[in-house]
């Protein structure tokens, strides 16, 4: 091999460099400081990142399944006031009925420390005589707040128009 010939090898990572007079050079290429702290950065950046989201997606979980039994405690009390005979209906608004415990229990964190309650209003619907307008609301106290005397309200509000039943 002449000297003017330079090979190089790749050997496990490092450059293996042939000087030509039969000493092969070993040149091992590192990491410089500076790029160990951007990779550093941008590690524990995805990772804060990452956190973040989680975080944000459990709320959003705890907060859907609230929504959930809200509307299921809705439902029950619509489904209660339909099946009652209209003379038996009254015309209310803002009357308040009580959740059952059942329904509290499956309240995202239990039944403690839960402010629920539901309000229905029946009035008749305009130009009829046969047809009312049934609204349940149900409010809480938002379940991603640990201060609930604090947290803002959430609601959920169902509306059915309810006919009679004609006579023959």
């Given at each position: 091999?002449?000297s003017?010939?330079?090979?190089?090898?790749?050997?496990?990572g490092?450059?293996?460099?042939?000087?030509?007079r039969?000493?092969?050079?070993?040149?091992?290429?590192?990491?410089?400081?500076?790029?160990?702290?951007?990779s550093?950065?941008?590690?524990?950046?995805?990772?804060?990142?990452?956190?973040?989201?989680?975080?944000?997606?459990?709320l959003?979980?705890?907060?859907a399944?609230?929504?959930?039994?809200?509307?299921?405690?809705?439902?029950?009390?619509?489904?209660?006031?339909?099946?009652?005979?209209?003379?038996?209906?009254?015309?209310?608004?803002?009357?308040?009925?009580?959740?059952?415990?059942?329904?509290?229990?499956?309240?995202?964190?239990?039944?403690?420390?839960?402010?629920?309650?539901?309000?229905?209003?029946?009035?008749?619907?305009?130009?009829?005589?046969?047809?009312?307008?049934?609204?349940?609301?149900?409010s809480?106290?938002?379940?991603?707040?640990?201060?609930?005397?604090?947290?803002?309200?959430?609601?959920?509000?169902?509306?059915?128009?309810?006919?009679?039943?004609?006579?023959?």
């Amino acid at each position: 091999m002449e000297s003017s010939d330079r090979v190089s090898l790749v050997l496990n990572g490092s450059r293996m460099h042939n000087t030509g007079r039969g000493r092969i050079k070993n040149r091992i290429r590192g990491l410089t400081l500076v790029e160990t702290m951007i990779s550093t950065v941008l590690v524990l950046v995805g990772i804060l990142l990452g956190t973040a989201l989680y975080s944000a997606s459990s709320l959003m979980n705890r907060q859907a399944a609230a929504r959930s039994v809200a509307y299921a405690a809705a439902r029950q009390q619509l489904e209660i006031l339909r099946a009652q005979d209209q003379s038996n209906r009254l015309t209310v608004s803002d009357q308040a009925f009580p959740i059952p415990q059942r329904v509290l229990q499956n309240f995202p964190g239990g039944s403690k420390g839960v402010k629920m309650e539901g309000r229905y209003s029946v009035a008749p619907v305009s130009g009829s005589t046969t047809r009312q307008q049934v609204i349940v609301t149900i409010s809480w106290r938002n379940a991603s707040n640990t201060k609930a005397e604090t947290a803002p309200i959430s609601e959920v509000s169902l509306s059915a128009i309810v006919a009679m039943e004609p006579t023959t």
